[in-house]
């Protein structure tokens, strides 16, 4: 799902009732699947989040 929805009848914030959750939640795959930007490889988001995680690790250590 993409962070905040492109579609802007859904709400950033899936409502509190479950038959407007079901509407949002539909809006939010389909923005998902019509995506136009490229797809990123899984190594490379493993290694982008394996970097960030050692860089967190450094920070919480003091170095």
Excluded: Q
């Excluded at 009732?17 to 939010?28: F, I, N, Q, R, V």
């Amino acid at each position: 799902m993409t962070a905040g929805s492109k579609n802007s009848a859904a709400p950033a914030v899936p409502p509190d009732s479950d038959a407007s959750y079901d509407e949002w939640l539909a809006a939010e795959v389909d923005d998902a699947i019509h995506d136009p930007r490229p797809s990123i490889p899984n190594d490379e988001v493993k290694r982008y989040f394996a970097a960030k995680r050692e860089v967190l690790k450094k920070r919480i250590k003091g170095d």
